[in-house]
């Protein structure tokens, strides 16, 4: 009895400080559980209704987007407020090529993500080689692109967009089962992605037995497959009762797994940590610091332009106010999913969980009838309180 006592508490503190290492994680899972949990009870069930979370995904999935991208930014110790204007931007040159000039959606595509990318490289230069602040430099990029947004289309909304275009966004992926009642298509692709996040999660595991790493209790680690695993069915079952995957989820999900391996399994990504983490003990090391923070920047301009074309495309119009105040729910979804607001901390899975939590914040409280005030009110206030939980652990850490 007594041995049995000691290996409960034993596992009872390999939990408790599992989780006290990865509290802004777990910590923000478990709230976007509890969220989700309110509201569903709060809306009668009407949150979890396939409709409803095919909306869900499909309204959050520019902000998922550009998150991913701001993280690094974040990671590497800067800020980005133009990323919205350039949602506007972009918005805007597809719908003036598309539609005022008819030119293919291919190569309209392939256009407009290089000039994001462009965008995103002529701030970097400005914050990376000629060491102006990002805040200041991406503000002025916010009122230019706005400008050039308003100028581009002349105050007026532009569109439709061609019907192809429109699937970026609004598309399905297609049955190759033909299911009538169910989308069997998407059943299949859910079962394969539980099964290979099961699968390398056991792989890991492995790896750092072998290697002699502190691993999860082995309770702890079948609990967390289980629910993840039951999560993962459990959505795909509710989006193949309606019309199956969306297009967009695709591309979300590409994405997530990308720069989740760049950022942990990768050397650039471990560099861009430490150049958040420490400048002078990065570039001392040997970190080419400029040449990342010019990537960083780079690259969320890429994703800022593909979040403008996948938002136009919901739209099927660009208009000269689109994407405004769009940074604000990035750069809060960051700082929410577990980001630090002074660099060196953040992983991508929390800003997507921190995306999702806005999302099912707003799409809760619009199916209750709470006004767009209060709704802002409240969004503020769990803003701050995910960076006064941040500064709190981290003081706490030094204390």
């Given at each position: 009895m007594s041995a049995l006592t000691t290996g409960e508490q034993t596992t009872r503190q390999g939990v408790g400080e599992l989780f006290r290492r990865n509290i802004r994680q777990y910590g923000m899972l478990v709230a976007l559980l509890a969220i989700m949990l309110f509201f569903q009870v709060r809306t009668e069930g009407v949150l979890l209704k396939p409709l409803n979370i095919t909306n869900l995904i499909l309204q959050n999935s520019y902000i998922v987007i550009m998150a991913v991208g701001m993280l690094l930014v974040i990671v590497a110790g800067h800020i980005d407020l133009s990323v919205g204007s350039i949602v506007g931007f972009v918005g805007g040159l597809a719908a003036i090529m598309m539609v005022t000039y008819d030119v293919h959606w291919i190569p309209t595509i392939i256009v407009c993500l290089l000039v994001g990318t462009l965008i995103g490289a002529v701030q970097g230069y400005?914050?990376?080689?000629?060491?102006?602040?990002?805040?200041?430099?991406?503000?002025?990029?916010?009122?230019?692109?706005?400008?050039?947004?308003?100028?581009?289309?002349?105050?007026?909304?532009?569109?439709?967009?061609?019907?192809?275009?429109?699937?970026?966004?609004?598309?399905?992926?297609?049955?190759?089962?033909?299911?009538?009642?169910?989308?069997?298509?998407?059943?299949?692709?859910?079962?394969?992605?539980?099964?290979?996040?099961?699968?390398?999660?056991?792989?890991?595991?492995?790896?750092?037995?072998?290697?002699?790493?502190?691993?999860?209790?082995?309770?702890?680690?079948?609990?967390?497959?289980?629910?993840?695993?039951?999560?993962?069915?459990?959505?795909?079952?509710?989006?193949?009762?309606?019309?199956?995957?969306?297009?967009?989820?695709?591309?979300?999900?590409?994405?997530?797994?990308?720069?989740?391996?760049?950022?942990?399994?990768?050397?650039?990504?471990?560099?861009?940590?430490a150049l958040?983490?420490?400048?002078?003990?990065?570039?001392?090391?040997?970190?080419?610091?400029?040449?990342?923070?010019?990537?960083?920047?780079?690259?969320?301009?890429?994703?800022?332009?593909?979040?403008?074309?996948?938002?136009?495309?919901?739209?099927?119009?660009?208009?000269?106010?689109?994407?405004?105040?769009?940074?604000?729910?990035?750069?809060?979804?960051?700082?929410?999913?577990?980001?630090?607001?002074?660099?060196?901390?953040?992983?991508?899975?929390?800003?997507?969980?921190?995306?999702?939590v806005m999302g099912v914040m707003n799409n809760g409280m619009s199916i209750l009838g709470v006004g767009i005030d209060w709704q802002q009110v409240i969004k503020g206030l769990v803003l701050l309180l995910a960076v006064f939980f941040d500064v709190y652990n981290k003081n706490k850490g030094l204390s």
């Open positions: 400005w914050v990376a080689y000629l060491g102006i602040p990002s805040f200041i430099v991406t503000l002025a990029g916010m009122l230019v692109f706005r400008g050039l947004s308003l100028a581009l289309l002349q105050g007026q909304s532009v569109g439709p967009f061609p019907e192809t275009f429109q699937r970026l966004s609004s598309g399905f992926i297609p049955d190759i089962f033909n299911g009538e009642e169910l989308h069997y298509t998407s059943l299949v692709l859910g079962a394969l992605v539980a099964l290979a996040l099961v699968t390398m999660s056991v792989r890991a595991r492995r790896s750092q037995r072998r290697y002699g790493f502190d691993t999860e209790p082995v309770a702890f680690f079948l609990l967390k497959n289980v629910v993840v695993s039951a999560a993962i069915l459990y959505l795909s079952y509710l989006l193949a009762s309606y019309r199956g995957l969306p297009n967009v989820m695709i591309i979300m999900f590409a994405l997530i797994v990308l720069y989740a391996f760049v950022t942990t399994q990768t050397t650039i990504g471990r560099r861009i940590y958040g983490g420490n400048v002078k003990a990065a570039k001392l090391s040997g970190v080419k610091t400029k040449r990342l923070t010019f990537f960083t920047f780079m690259n969320l301009g890429f994703l800022a332009a593909l979040a403008g074309l996948v938002f136009a495309a919901r739209l099927n119009t660009a208009t000269p106010g689109a994407g405004n105040a769009f940074e604000l729910d990035v750069i809060a979804a960051a700082f929410i999913g577990g980001a630090s607001a002074t660099g060196g901390v953040g992983t991508v899975v929390g800003a997507v969980i921190g995306a999702f």
